[in-house]
């Protein structure tokens, strides 16, 4: 493994947390980010004990404005240098834009927009200098069709898909890659804020990272995990976009009230 410290946003638990055993496995220092700080104590220490790497814990609110420059300073003060970077932080809520909470909707972007573009801006200009580097984006298979009933979180996937494409165009001859990992429903945590949507056959995290892992040792832009959820997201381009948006609204189920 080339990089010698990753950084992980959302490392406290799913996908961020099995991205930071995954890479403390194979000897990766890591910087845990996430707005637990008992749960990315505990973590650090299991990771430093287990493998005998270095770890550091920085506790941010990505939803915060300028909350990705703190974080950047944090690590500025640690004096380390972040060779990978992971922006798996991210939340989603169902049901329809008009009666969810706004403050909610807001929150999604600063977290899953806002943050990710700054986090990105600040260590991939570190990287593009040295050049060489790695950054994961979490987009996911929300990104290949507009989502009634979780219309922002949607919205949000979609961008991170065009951002991390766009940059993997702009930085692979800089010996930057980057690739935008996109995971149908997946076993997490994340139900616990968005409320359930009656997704079946749900991925592990663990699959979710094998992917992405593959993917980027492979210099893809974008990944998308398991064959069924590849399907769903490439089927959108024989039909009629009015048609999608009605299929896919039909599959979100608010909890009721």
């Given at each position: 493994?080339?990089?010698?410290?990753?950084?992980?946003?959302g490392?406290?638990?799913?996908?961020?947390?099995?991205?930071?055993t995954?890479?403390?496995e194979?000897?990766?220092?890591?910087?845990?980010v996430?707005?637990?700080?008992?749960?990315?104590?505990?973590?650090?220490?299991?990771?430093?004990?287990?493998?005998?790497i270095?770890?550091?814990?920085?506790?941010?609110d990505?939803?915060?404005?300028n909350?990705?420059?703190e974080?950047?300073?944090?690590?500025?003060?640690?004096?380390?240098?972040?060779?990978?970077?992971?922006?798996?932080?991210?939340?989603?809520?169902?049901?329809e834009?008009?009666?969810?909470?706004?403050?909610?909707?807001?929150?999604?972007?600063m977290?899953?927009?806002?943050?990710?573009?700054?986090?990105?801006?600040?260590?991939?200009?570190?990287?593009?200098?040295?050049?060489?580097?790695?950054?994961?984006?979490?987009?996911?298979?929300?990104?290949?069709?507009?989502?009634?009933?979780?219309a922002?979180?949607?919205?949000?996937?979609?961008?991170?898909?065009?951002?991390?494409?766009?940059?993997?165009?702009?930085?692979?001859n800089k010996?930057?890659?980057?690739?935008?990992i996109?995971?149908?429903?997946?076993?997490?945590?994340?139900?616990?804020?968005?409320?359930e949507?009656?997704?079946?056959?749900?991925?592990?995290?663990?699959?979710?990272v094998?992917?992405?892992?593959?993917?980027?040792?492979?210099?893809k832009?974008?990944?998308i995990?398991?064959?069924?959820?590849?399907?769903?997201?490439?089927?959108?381009?024989?039909?009629?976009r009015?048609?999608?948006?009605?299929?896919?609204?039909?599959?979100?189920?608010?909890?009721?009230?």
């Amino acid at each position: 493994m080339k990089y010698k410290t990753a950084l992980i946003t959302g490392a406290s638990s799913g996908i961020g947390e099995v991205f930071a055993t995954r890479l403390a496995e194979r000897g990766v220092n890591l910087i845990l980010v996430a707005r637990s700080q008992k749960k990315l104590e505990e973590l650090a220490k299991q990771y430093h004990e287990k493998y005998g790497i270095e770890t550091y814990v920085i506790v941010s609110d990505l939803s915060k404005e300028n909350a990705a420059k703190e974080v950047k300073s944090s690590v500025d003060e640690l004096n380390l240098q972040v060779d990978m970077l992971i922006n798996n932080a991210g939340f989603g809520q169902v049901g329809e834009f008009i009666e969810n909470d706004p403050d909610m909707a807001h929150g999604q972007v600063m977290v899953n927009i806002s943050a990710l573009v700054d986090m990105s801006y600040l260590f991939a200009t570190d990287m593009a200098a040295r050049g060489k580097g790695a950054i994961i984006n979490l987009a996911s298979v929300a990104a290949f069709q507009p989502l009634p009933k979780m219309a922002v979180y949607g919205a949000t996937k979609a961008f991170v898909l065009s951002f991390s494409e766009a940059l993997w165009g702009e930085l692979k001859n800089k010996g930057v890659k980057v690739l935008a990992i996109c995971p149908g429903p997946t076993a997490t945590k994340f139900f616990d804020v968005s409320g359930e949507f009656g997704a079946k056959n749900l991925r592990t995290s663990e699959q979710v990272v094998d992917t992405a892992m593959k993917a980027l040792s492979k210099g893809k832009s974008y990944a998308i995990d398991g064959f069924g959820n590849y399907i769903l997201a490439n089927i959108t381009r024989f039909f009629p976009r009015e048609w999608i948006i009605k299929v896919a609204g039909s599959q979100v189920k608010p909890p009721k009230k």
